[in-house]
């Protein structure tokens, strides 16, 4: 247990391995964004298709392409999906950053969409009726009824992915990454730690600690919105 303790302190006092461990943070953080941006914006759309379906003929076959993307993101593994996009799909020079951004974001977006389905469809369906009846289309009643109420009821579970996509980055590496690069995660830099020590507990707790830390971010902020939404809330 002192050995760990001075591993942990040798980890903090040292500046290359401090440097590591934030280099790593950040990436995290970066990659988390952006993936989780493009997974909003695919599950919206996705999730919009396959509502607006029932009742628009043009939407029949995007809906079938939406629930088949959907049914193979979610029923294969995301490392999976990593090698084929990195090193198939998207195989090309210079991209891979590009390319572990893009796949992450697809994988979000299909578990998104599923959620922000569900919330739409949570909302009572005297909704949609009366803001037919007083003369908006499907699309306008969907924008201003539909979604604001649906939003509530569809933060939790965004919420939770989000936090499910910080701890899914750490399996970049499995792509390769050096130091310097956006792909050189959190978990790698505590590899890269661990080199030079020859101890993988203390810079993976340290690792932890920082994944942690995100998280616990993440959760203030859905927390804040929430509270924000239901402000209004009248029990």
Known sequence: MAQLFSDIWEIITTA???NYLLQGFLNTLILTLFAAIIG???GFI???IKIFAKDNKYLKIPAIICNLYTTIIRGTPVALQLFVMVFAILAIPGFKVTAVI???????GAY???SI???ILSVDKG???AGRALGLTNFKTMMKIILPQAIKNVIPAIGNELIALVKETAIVSMVGSTVGTLTFDLNKASETINKSLANYLA???LAGLLYLAIVYGITLVIKLFERRLSASDKY
Not at 102 to 108: E, K, L, R, V
Request: a negative charge.
């Open 16 to 18: 290359e391995y401090r």
């Open 40 to 42: 909003l914006v695919i």
């Open 46 to 48: 996705v999730a919009i």
């Open 102 to 108: 893009i796949t992450f974001g697809i994988n979000s």
């Open 112 to 114: 998104v969409s599923e």
């Open 117 to 119: 389905r569900a919330g």
């Open 127 to 129: 909704q949609m009726e």
């Open 203 to 205: 810079p993976a707790i």
